[in-house]
T-cell receptor, first 113, second 110 residues
Framework: DQQVKQNSPSLSVQEGRISILNCDYTNSMFDYFLWYKKYPAEGPTFLIS?????DKNEDGRFTVFLNKSAKHLSLHIVPSQPGDSAVYFC????????????FGQGTELSVKP | DAGITQSPRHKVTETGTPVTLRCHQTENHRYMYWYRQDPGHGLRLIHY???????DKGEVSDGYSVSRSKTEDFLLTLESATSSQTSVYFCAIQSNNEQFFGPGTRLTVL
């Protein structure tokens, strides 16, 4: 039973345009959400996070939106750059449960020049 | 850079042999984690530790054991490796509310 789902295995975007990566979850107890970026042969790198008390968090070109009623979060990258090409994972956790993360399957983003 | 190293970075072994992977951190973080990454599954938690000698199971702990005798080291052991344990293994530490990952160990079980 996949509690965190990324239904798009891949996404291709033109440089300079917006990339939107989506993530759905089923467990209403999740109260902290994170996005990670992963290049081949490297460990995942933390990108941005959001607490369930917020519906939006921004960091430079990256914005995460959380819709609790729909159990949906999205990562917006504007403008997209070729260096953003990587696999993106969303993850969720429950506060006070040892920080255990449940990950989605990942979406491979390709940004074309 | 969260000061996390993993060793070995690559290993090929045979079915039935024991294997130990090491995670080392330099910043005295209390929480440490072991994940495996497989196609179509993202990362899945194997075991985690919340202090020296304090460990607990994750969602895919069968066939794995862990030990943490020092704050800086978290060991993952496959007592008798199977082909289904061929994977990339990542160690992580927790800092504030985020986890930071090591570079990974690619394990192949033939």
């Amino acid at each position: 039973d996949q509690q965190v789902k990324q239904n798009s295995p891949s996404l291709s975007v033109q440089e300079g345009r917006i990339s939107i990566l989506n993530c759905d979850y089923t467990n209403s107890m999740f109260d902290y959400f994170l996005w990670y970026k992963k290049y081949p042969a490297e460990g995942p790198t933390f990108l941005i996070s959001i607490s369930s008390i917020k519906d939006k968090n921004e960091d430079g070109r990256f914005t995460v939106f959380l819709n609790k009623s729909a159990k949906h979060l999205s990562l917006h990258i504007v403008p997209s750059q070729p260096g953003d090409s990587a696999v993106y994972f969303c993850a969720a956790s429950v506060y006070n449960q040892g920080g255990k993360l449940i990950f989605g399957q990942g979406t491979e983003l390709s940004v074309k020049p | 850079d969260a000061g996390i190293t993993q060793s070995p970075r690559h290993k090929v072994t045979e079915t039935g042999t024991p294997v130990t992977l090491r995670c080392h951190q330099t910043e005295n973080h209390r929480y440490m984690y072991w994940y495996r990454q497989d196609p179509g599954h993202g990362l899945r938690l194997i075991h985690y530790s919340y202090g020296v000698k304090d460990t607990d199971k994750g969602e895919v702990s069968d066939g794995y054991s862990v030990s943490r005798s020092k704050t800086e080291d978290f060991l993952l052991t496959l007592e008798s490796a199977t082909s289904s344990q061929t994977s990339v293994y990542f160690c992580a530490i927790q800092s504030n509310n985020e986890q930071f990952f090591g570079p990974g160990t690619r394990l192949t079980v033939l």
